[in-house]
C-alpha cells in the first residue's frame, strides 16, 4: 500500500531537548516536504526536498532542520524546542517537479507538545 | 499562485450532492485547479484536481467554468465520512520552487444524516 508513515504520532516533551520526528514514504517520490498545521492559520510548510541531498526552506524554518540522506526518508529536527513549535505536524511526498500531477501524499500528523 | 475565495461552512444531508464552490477570478492560464480535504485533523487527501475542462474519479467532479474564474467541486451522494474540511488550491502544474501548498480555509463541510 502507497503511504506516508510518521512516527512517533503524539509528543509530549520539555523545552530544549532534541527531538527528531521521522518520515517514510513507500512511492519511490523525489519530493517530500514538511508542514505544520495551526488553529488560525492553516498549514504552512517548513521545509522540503527535491530529492536526495537536496533541501530548501519553507515560509517557517526557524527552529527546524532536516537532512534527506536516502530518497524514502525525510526526518524533521527539532535541536531545542520551544513552545511555540507545539502545533501539528505533517509529513508530505509526490512525484518530482517534471510532472504536472500536484498530488501529494501526506502522512497521518504528529501531534507535538512542547512544554 | 491566484488566490482563491471559498464559503467558511456548509451542510449537506446525506445521499445528497454536494457542491462546493470556489472562486479563482485571477487564474492564470497555466495555473490549475487542485482540490483536497482534511478530516478532522487527520493527513489532507488529494481529491481531483484539472486545468480547463471538467474532470471525473472516482471520489467526485470538478466543473471548470469556461472562463476558468471559478470551479465546483461535486461530492455525488455524500456520506457521513466526507465530513471535512475542503481545500480549493490554484497551483502552476509545474514549478520547481517548492511545490509547497497554500491551503488557506477551506470550506468544512458537515453531512448530516
Known amino acids: 500500500e502507497a503511504q506516508v508513515t510518521q512516527n512517533p504520532r503524539y509528543l509530549i516533551t520539555v523545552t530544549g531537548k532534541k527531538l527528531t520526528v521521522t518520515c517514510s514514504q513507500n512511492?519511490?517520490?523525489?519530493?517530500m516536504s514538511w508542514y505544520r498545521q495551526d488553529p488560525g492559520l492553516g498549514l504552512r510548510q517548513i521545509y522540503y526536498s527535491m530529492n536526495v541531498e537536496v533541501t530548501d526552506k519553507g515560509d517557517v524554518p526557524e527552529g527546524y532542520k532536516v537532512s534527506r540522506k536516502e530518497k524514502r526518508n525525510f526526518p524533521l529536527i527539532l535541536e531545542s524546542p520551544s513552545p511555540n513549535q507545539t502545533s501539528l505536524y505533517f509529513c508530505?511526498?509526490?512525484?518530482?517537479?517534471?510532472?504536472?500531477?500536484?498530488?501529494?501524499?501526506f502522512g497521518p500528523g504528529t501531534r507535538l507538545t512542547v512544554t | 499562485d491566484a488566490k482563491t475565495t471559498q464559503p467558511t461552512s456548509m451542510d449537506c444531508a446525506e445521499g445528497r450532492a454536494a457542491n462546493l464552490p470556489c472562486n479563482h477570478s485571477t487564474i492564470s492560464g497555466n495555473e490549475y485547479v487542485y482540490w483536497y480535504r482534511q478530516i478532522h485533523s487527520q493527513g489532507p487527501q488529494y481529491i481531483i484536481h484539472?486545468?480547463?475542462n471538467n474532470e471525473t474519479n472516482e471520489m467526485a467532479s470538478l466543473i471548470i467554468t469556461e472562463d476558468r474564474k471559478s470551479s465546483t467541486l461535486i461530492l455525488p451522494h455524500a456520506t457521513l465520512r466526507d465530513t471535512a474540511v475542503y481545500y480549493c488550491?490554484?497551483?502552476?502544474?509545474?514549478?520547481?520552487?517548492?511545490?509547497?501548498?497554500?491551503f488557506g480555509k477551506g470550506t468544512s463541510l458537515l453531512v448530516t444524516p
Open positions: 512511492m519511490n517520490h523525489e519530493y
Open positions: 508530505a511526498s509526490s512525484l518530482s517537479p517534471g510532472t504536472s500531477i500536484y498530488e501529494q501524499y
Open positions: 488550491i490554484v497551483r502552476v502544474g509545474v514549478d520547481p520552487s517548492g511545490y509547497a501548498l497554500n
Open positions: 484539472g486545468l480547463k
